[in-house]
């Protein structure tokens, strides 16, 4: 049968495209002699489609002249591309490093003179979709506004209130299962003990009470497949457990808390059979990553540092607590209970990590030592002492994992670093002045883990430190969360939002683009969602990793599409711009900010994210193109590097940043045809094989500082040539604004 549709498949190549056929079929031509003349047939072609040639030579540049391409533009691009790298060999990281070979018209050829298929048949129908677009057979069909609200109206969210209702009855069961597990203890120890005599009514009671407190949660999280299986009401199949018992084995820990085993939906009716897809694959690991645990890479290069030396940016670092790739931006990660997470998501980009034992779940081994003061006071000098820095995220693990003690020892250290900024610049001239710390980030999925965990004491600590640090001129306060789902959205979640709006933080989210979270509306309905409880949307990321997070991936023609074909209808006109650069300095009032300018520009969400990708090299960026496609079917992307933000200047000396893909299109349509979808309604994703990243809205963007600082930088090794070029080259760098009618060209 695979024979027989490769043959069809092949057959339709030929009777629609009779000219390369010609060529293809000679087996008198050597195969650079062909692909000449196949590259003259494209050319004679190209001379109604100027700007494609203009793109792909790269004689026109940029965003602007990226979105006058017409659909057929990118594929004749796609296809020079193709010719270009023909036969050239790319290291294939989801086979550790093994050379794979693009030659998309050479296994045609094959095909069509020595009736051998080699090729898979993802390839071969990748292939006759990319012809079809390049004659004009097929053509894009954006969907309607009207189309896409009905995609979003597929995807409940957990405030509506039948998902309430059936979540509730989980909670009901997890604390009777609970109660059980008390009553079997040989002996109870700790903060959440019943009494002996005390009657089983009272005592569920008293546990109910407790389900408000982020520690019983913590104390009682499921760390086995035995406790999954048992807290899920025997649901998971035999496959399933098979595979996190070898996750176990090979030492991927388990942790869920009971609160978030609650959101899980047991028996669903059938119309909630999926809605809590996205939600369970990241509880669940994948075959994939149980495979490759013990031999996963880091997908960022900046990620694997030695203390004292430059990472692959170029930044020397004191110890692993701090990661960097950008000069105004620095990751910091506390040595205390804030290195672990409420829970483990399967595609985490620090799963190589726990290869090492350096993240864990043993909360009462991550608590601070007692020399982690004098750590942190290290840490903030070189903080301090840093000519570009002017925005720190805190993150883990998770920020908010700290305790409150903890996490205020942190802020005070950031407010104590940032006023010695301020203090030594008045030593310093204008023009050598360094970058004052003007933006604090933390980096949380709390609010969705355990959004008990967000409790008075917390709110209090993030409002007092906002308060005394606006007075030193720090500006902007953002709580960065993880939301991937509206079924992650519940009322719990929606009250820990609140306090931290109302502590004077923004919240934003980066929601992870994995195949549950990509399914036709979904993104789009988690943005709406997020917008009605105060939620900003930041970043969508296309899933990290190699071949260990295959079964998350969701291409990047989908990035695209979704971004091209739904969340266009929440794009905001510039001329709100300004209000919206407001918005961060009253939090407090979000929720009516973001529904006032909803309603003004009748859209059902403010689309004010980026689709983008965290490169397996340096930086992040959704500027590609399709270069080539493997025998399997699996496109190979370069991309460019975001150059609408300041690099460290090894940057500028890098090339292409090539990825492969870890699947084929045709085998992520399969794959959600598995979870319900129909894949006719994703029919235009073989056409999108290029992108540009979209420009930041202004309220992401860094205020100014009243005097002009250094071009010069601190805590970067480089060479002599490189040092010359930094001080000509200023490090501010001009955003420019996004054709408004951003799908033009996609509509030909």
């Not at 650079?32 to 203009?54: C, D, S, T, Y």
């Not at 609970?178 to 003990?193: C, H, K, L, N, V």
């Not at 204008?430 to 969705?448: F, H, S």
């Amino acid at each position: 049968m695979n024979q027989e549709t490769k043959e069809s498949i092949v057959k339709l190549i030929i009777e629609e495209n009779p000219e390369i056929y010609q060529i293809l079929k000679d087996p008198a031509l050597g195969q650079r002699q062909g692909l000449n003349r196949i590259w003259k047939v494209i050319l004679r072609m190209l001379q109604e489609h100027p700007k494609a040639f203009g793109y792909y030579t790269g004689k026109e540049q940029g965003e602007k002249a990226f979105f006058k391409l017409s659909w057929r533009d990118f594929a004749f691009i796609r296809v020079l591309d193709y010719l270009e790298y023909e036969g050239d060999s790319f290291p294939d990281q989801n086979l550790h490093g093994e050379e794979v070979v693009s030659r998309p018209f050479g296994l045609i050829k094959e095909a069509i003179q020595t009736g051998r298929y080699e090729a898979s048949i993802d390839f071969y129908e990748d292939m006759l979709h990319l012809l079809r677009q390049l004659n004009g057979i097929e053509r894009p069909e954006i969907p309607s506004r009207q189309k896409v609200m009905d995609w979003m109206g597929g995807h409940p969210s957990g405030l509506d209130e039948e998902i309430r209702h059936m979540r509730e009855r989980n909670k009901q069961r997890i604390i009777r299962l609970i109660y059980e597990d008390i009553q079997g203890a040989e002996q109870q120890s700790g903060r959440f003990t019943l009494d002996e005599d005390m009657d089983s009514h009272t005592a569920l009671n008293q546990l109910q009470a407790w389900w408000d407190n982020d520690m019983f949660h913590l104390k009682y999280a499921v760390r086995s497949v035995e406790g999954l299986q048992r807290y899920l009401g025997g649901s998971l199949s035999d496959e399933t457990i098979t595979v996190m018992s070898d996750a176990v084995s090979k030492g991927i820990p388990i942790f869920v808390t009971p609160y978030f085993l609650s959101l899980l939906l047991i028996d669903p009716y059938k119309k909630y059979q999926y809605a809590d897809i996205a939600i369970r694959d990241y509880v669940l690991y994948s075959r994939e990553l149980v495979d490759e645990f013990g031999s996963i890479s880091a997908w960022e290069k900046e990620d694997v540092m030695e203390p004292g030396k430059p990472n692959a940016a170029g930044w020397i670092l004191p110890s692993n607590n701090i990661h960097r790739r950008y000069p105004n931006v620095a990751i910091f990660i506390p040595s205390t209970m804030g290195r672990a997470c409420g829970g483990l998501c399967a595609y985490c980009q620090r799963m190589y990590d726990f290869q090492n034992g350096r993240f864990n779940f043993d909360l009462e081994k991550l608590k601070p030592k007692e020399n982690w003061s004098s750590r942190l006071e290290k840490l903030m000098k070189y903080f301090e002492e840093d000519s570009q820095l002017q925005d720190i995220l805190i993150t883990g693990g998770d920020a908010m994992m700290s305790s409150v003690d903890a996490l205020k020892e942190v802020l005070d250290a950031v407010y104590t670093m940032a006023v010695n900024k301020i203090e030594a610049n008045r030593l310093r001239e204008d023009g050598e002045k360094y970058a004052e710390i003007i933006r604090v980030r933390l980096g949380t999925k709390i609010p969705i883990y355990l959004p008990q965990r967000i409790s008075d004491w917390r709110v209090a600590v993030l409002k007092a430190f906002k308060e005394k640090a606006e007075q030193v001129g720090i500006k902007q306060f953002i709580i960065q969360t993880h939301f991937s789902t509206a079924m992650e959205i519940t009322p719990e979640a929606a009250r820990a939002v609140s306090r931290l709006l109302e502590a004077g933080w923004t919240v934003t989210n980066q929601e992870v683009f994995t195949v549950a979270a990509s399914r036709r509306g979904h993104t789009a309905k988690l943005r709406q969602t997020l917008n009605t409880i105060g939620v900003l949307p930041y970043y969508t990321f296309t899933v990290k990793g190699y071949h260990e997070n295959k079964h998350f991936f969701a291409n990047n023609s989908r990035s695209i599409q979704e971004q091209i074909e739904e969340k266009s209808i929440g794009r905001v006109d510039p001329k709100y711009y300004s209000k919206i650069r407001s918005f961060m300095k009253t939090p407090n009032h979000m929720k009516e900010q973001i529904e006032e300018l909803r309603s003004a520009e009748e859209i059902p969400f403010l689309a004010t994210d980026r689709n983008t990708i965290n490169l397996p090299g340096v930086g992040k960026s959704n500027t590609y193109r399709t270069i080539g496609i493997t025998a399997d079917g699996r496109r190979i992307l370069a991309f460019n590097q975001d150059h609408s933000r300041p690099h460290s200047p090894i940057v500028d000396t890098m090339q292409e940043v090539i990825i492969i893909e870890s699947k084929s299109v045709a085998s992520y349509l399969r794959q959600l045809e598995t979870i319900g979808e129909k894949p006719d309604e994703y029919r235009s994703i073989w056409g999108y094989s290029a992108g540009y990243i979209e420009p930041r809205i202004p309220i992401y963007e860094y205020p100014g500082y009243p005097f002009a600082t250094t071009k010069e930088y601190t805590n970067l090794e480089l060479a002599p040539e490189q040092k010359e070029e930094i001080r000509s080259r200023a490090t501010e760098v001009q955003f420019t604004d996004i054709d408004t009618e951003i799908n033009e060209g996609y509509t030909d």
